[in-house]
Every structure is written in C-alpha cells, then in structure tokens.
C-alpha cells in the first residue's frame, strides 16, 4: 500500500529553495539597525556588534547558506535605492531626451534638477 502524499508548507518550500524566510532576513536587519520597508534606525541597533554576531550565528546555526543571507540583505538594504535611481531616470528621459541619451546618469541628474528648480522657482 502506497504512503498517502504530504503537502508542503511554506517552511519546506523555503528549506528546498533556500531562500531565507523573510522573517529571519527582517531579524538580522533590525539587529544591524535597518528597519525593513522603511530605513535606517540605529535605535534598533542597542547591542552593537555583539548583537550583529549573535544573530548571524543564529542564521549560520540554523543552516542557511551566508552567500544567500547575503544576496537577500543586499537587496532589501539596495532594492529602494535602485527603484529610485530608476525613476529619477524616467522623469530625465522625459524632461531632456538628449542629455539622457548621452548616458551620464549624473549630468542627466543635474539638467533634470535644474529644470525642475527652474520650473519650481
């Protein structure tokens, strides 16, 4: 007689995937000062380094690969950054198409902000 099928739960998907749980990605920010969705608030950081150490040997304990904790740290420590970087990309594009195309982000930046300032002002 055959065994009858076990469903996964969201644990297991994450074992098998190893993706870290945003759980514990959400832990080790908030020990380093980082509230996830919102940015840095180093009130949240009241153990220093002592406190990063001991979560991340709680991550290692529980057997997550470093490269992967890394990887997801990174991006929800990066991801808004980038986001907005993009977007401020958008408005350039829109607001001067010559100087986007010459692709220096940072004069792009510059003649999309003076435009605005002159439009603002």
Known sequence: MASPVKTADGEAVHEISGIVPSETIDGLLRTMGVEPGEGVNLSL???GFEGV?????????????????????????????????????????????????????????????????????
């Open 45 to 47: 950081a009241k153990e």
């Open 53 to 121: 150490r001991k979560a991340v040997k709680r991550v290692g304990r529980e057997g997550w690969s470093a490269g992967q904790v890394l990887e997801q740290v990174n991006t929800v420590i990066l991801l808004p950054v980038l986001w907005l970087r993009v977007m401020v990309m958008s408005v350039a594009r829109r607001a001067d198409p010559v100087t986007y195309h010459r692709c220096d982000p940072e004069v792009t930046s510059c003649a999309c902000n003076r435009r605005m300032r002159q439009r603002v002002v």
